[in-house]
């Protein structure tokens, strides 16, 4: 892994310098901030059984279906269309590399962004200084799980963008792929909920990759290490795919 570094500084500047990545974090940016007003005004009109914060990061996975396609679209397909990739992969350069330096960078990238918004609740604790408002538990669980999921979101994009030469396609792909795993769940808890009781698996394996109720947990301060377990072994098979998906065009 000797050239990875150098791979990484590189994705980071390429990232850096597209428009694609500040129109991504602008209506990303907007997109969470309308979402924390629409909370506070909510907060502000009837009390709430959850804080703020439990509530604003249970909506945290609104953006993903689009911000992580911007993110990753071209990382893989657009240097394989240029034919970037087939003069990358005659130097000594190995596909691990060059997969894992684009995983990172665009995982960079999404952390920091999510970053920023940390930004919204810190203004409003400025000027209306509520513990309510910044409470430390519901923030550290909630952001440590949108790093956590966020590997698993992102190696799904770099898997979409390693299996195409088009931009288009590595978005569409992905944007579909994301859309299923943070909605499919539901919808298929909907229509399997008659067989619950007949199949104990079925359920048991929804409730395991049931999105919405890992972060609702972790918000609330709930640690449980197999989610976490989830998304690491999950975005390793992810990014080992793009792996041979890379090795198979060379």
Do not use: W
Not at 154 to 159: A, F, M, N, V
């Amino acid at each position: 892994m000797k050239h990875f570094f150098t791979l990484l500084k590189h994705e980071l500047r390429t990232i850096l310098l597209s428009p694609a990545t500040y129109l991504a974090a602008f209506f990303f940016l907007i997109i969470m901030g309308l979402v924390y007003q629409f909370v506070l005004e909510g907060y502000n009109k009837e009390p709430q059984e959850m804080l703020p914060a439990n509530i604003f990061l249970n909506a945290f996975y609104i953006p993903v279906v689009f911000l992580v396609p911007l993110l990753t679209m071209r990382s893989i397909a657009e240097e394989r269309r240029q034919g970037l990739m087939d003069s990358l992969l005659t130097t000594p350069i190995t596909s691990i590399e060059l997969v894992a330096s684009k995983f990172f960078a665009a995982y960079l990238l999404y952390v920091g962004l999510y970053g920023l918004t940390l930004a919204f609740p810190a203004i409003t604790y400025y000027f209306f200084p509520d513990d309510r408002i910044l409470d430390k538990a519901s923030l550290i669980g909630g952001y440590s799980f949108i790093c956590i999921s966020g590997l698993l979101f992102t190696s799904i994009g770099i898997l979409a963008s390693s299996v195409t030469r088009s931009q288009l396609i590595a978005g569409i792909f992905s944007f579909t792929l994301l859309f299923g795993l943070l909605f499919g769940e539901n919808a298929l808890g909907g229509i399997a909920g008659d067989y619950m009781d007949r199949f104990f698996l079925i359920g048991s394996f929804l409730d395991y990759i049931q999105i919405s109720g890992h972060v609702e947990d972790f918000s609330r301060g709930v640690i449980d290490t197999r989610p976490i377990i989830f998304y690491l072994s999950s975005t390793m098979v992810m990014l080992s795919i793009a792996v041979l998906a890379v090795d198979h065009k060379r």
